[in-house]
């Protein structure tokens, strides 16, 4: 089991939109893969303080965690990854992306985000979830 943490933040607009980030091109894991937003949980950081600090870093937007909603485990098997669902603090959704983590990003439905490749595994499997749910 991996001993690093990380967060991915689950952000849905009125619409039923996600916001997807494509990686910047010079990162060292995933460089160009479009996932949500996330990151490392640094040391005695939790993960709610974690994500509301990586949303702030690589897109600029102010958000409070709201509950857990899922769980994974990185491709390289490096972060237990906790999936947070994060709401805005207010309805500016002006994004200023990272120069270097953030290449692009993109408000997208679930059947939509689906289209982009390359895509991290999980985060593929859980939009096709969101398109197909089980009953």
Known sequence: ??????VVAILQDEQGRFLLIRRGLQ???AP???CFVGGEVEEGESFEAA???EMREEVGLEVRAISKAHETISPNN??????????LYHNDIKLCL????V??????????ALQLDPMLP???TWLSDRCNPRS
């Open 32 to 34: 160009g893969f479009w």
């Open 78 to 87: 490096e972060y237990r990854l906790h999936w947070m669902i994060v709401e």
């Open 122 to 124: 999980t985060l593929k």
């Open 103 to 112: 290449a692009e990003a993109r408000w997208l439905h679930p059947h939509d």
């Open 1 to 6: 089991m991996p001993k690093k943490h990380g």
């Open 27 to 29: 990162l060292a894991r």
């Open 51 to 53: 994500i509301v600090r």
């Open 98 to 101: 990272h120069e270097i983590e």
